[in-house]
């Protein structure tokens, strides 16, 4: 009898934590399935990605610097997935995935630090495009609703391996207006100011990069953007 009575307590006991671990559980599944298909929106709104091949942008960047922000123009080429060159002044970095190198004006090459590789592939990875054609490589939740510069947006949380962004898109145009990420322990704020059609693609042609206490970063224009081009030496 004494054991009936303790299998009765000990499923009295357990009954609360169960219910509460599976009322997490149908959160979790929901927030999932609300946020993949938001994600799906996102993408409709931006267009056709999947033919998306490569990219190459002209424009100008605005960075600070110790005496001042100062303005140059750059190229940036893209070939999904992994590769990216960026030139501008004398200077051009190339990434091929896990290896980068710069390459001089006289057309040596010296191989770059590991932590640049993975800063500038890191801002390949969130490259709209990229993310747009790697759905199944994320996991994707619905976190809620926020306003960002006066608009209505959802709020999405999206994880692969370790690293994770938040993405807030828009509810009414279904295009992201902001997205939010750590490098290293800094937060870091990209607001998207502009889209701009070309071929059938929205894509961001005006961007500005902060950190928490609203410090520039970066800020980047551009004037021309071109899909699916040969790029030589990719």
Avoid at 37 to 62: L, P, W, Y
Avoid at 77 to 106: A, C, M, Q, T
Avoid at 184 to 212: A, C
Avoid at 226 to 231: A, C, L, S, V
Wanted: aromatic share 12%; with cysteine.
């Amino acid at each position: 009898m004494k054991f009936i009575k303790l299998i009765c307590i000990l499923f009295l006991i357990s009954v609360p934590l169960f219910s509460e671990e599976f009322e997490g559980y149908k959160l979790g599944e929901k927030q999932q399935f609300e946020g993949n298909k938001i994600f799906d929106e996102m993408v409709k709104s931006i267009g056709n990605v999947d033919q998306i091949k490569t990219i190459r942008t002209i424009g100008t960047a605005r960075q600070p610097m110790e005496l001042g922000t100062i303005s140059f123009p750059v190229l940036v080429e893209v070939k999904f997935p992994g590769k990216l060159r960026i030139k501008f002044e004398d200077k051009e970095f190339i990434i091929d995935n896990d290896s980068g190198w710069l390459k001089y004006p006289k057309g040596y090459y010296e191989n770059l630090p590991e932590k640049y590789i993975n800063t500038i592939s890191g801002n390949l990875n969130r490259n709209l495009i990229q993310i747009a054609q790697s759905k199944t490589d994320f996991e994707i939740k619905l976190l809620g609703e926020k306003t960002v510069l006066e608009r209505e947006c959802y709020e999405l949380e999206l994880m692969r391996d370790d690293s994770v962004f938040n993405l807030f898109v828009d509810i009414k145009k279904k295009l992201p207006v902001q997205m939010t990420y750590l490098i290293d322990t800094k937060q870091i704020i990209r607001t998207y100011l502009e889209y701009k059609v070309v071929n059938g693609i929205s894509y961001p042609i005006h961007t500005i990069s902060t950190d928490i206490d609203d410090n520039l970063i970066s800020e980047i224009v551009i004037e021309t953007v071109e899909f699916n081009i040969k790029i030589e030496g990719f």
